[in-house]
């Protein structure tokens, strides 16, 4: 069973920067794909960015990219700095791996998921 584990999040004031981690642990040979979501309070768990190991591409939502990046250091530890942050950006901030999926943006083709860490972006 692959275990997702993330870090990183906290208060910070709008305009201000965060970097998240995510450590996976267990047979993560099997899950190439990892991936960012948030959730705020009362919204669906959106999309922020994705990596896929096989093919070495990043994906990002139209809206973040430019403010947000991953990066992926081995298999098994993926990072998204943050940047430039807004309240909008207060969510919970998961962290996601999956085999292969269809379309890389939704949250339910991904098999295993972090706790999530929170973001609190103050004006």
């Known amino acids: 069973q692959v275990q997702l584990v993330e870090s990183g999040g906290g208060l910070v004031q709008a305009g201000g920067s965060l970097r998240l981690s995510c450590v996976a642990s267990g047979p993560t040979v099997t899950t190439p794909i990892m991936g960012w979501f948030r959730q705020a309070p009362g919204k669906e768990r959106d999309f922020v960015a994705a990596h896929s190991s096989s093919s070495g591409k990043t994906y990002y939502a139209n809206s973040l990219e430019g403010r947000f990046a991953v990066s992926r250091d081995n298999k098994n530890t993926m990072y998204v700095q943050m940047n430039s942050l807004e309240p909008e950006d207060t969510a919970v901030y998961y962290c996601?791996?999956?085999?292969?999926?269809?379309?890389?943006?939704?949250?339910?083709?991904?098999?295993?998921w972090g706790q999530g860490t929170q973001v609190t972006v103050s004006s």
């Open positions: 996601a791996a999956t085999t292969k999926v269809r379309d890389i943006s939704r949250a339910n083709e991904y098999d295993y």
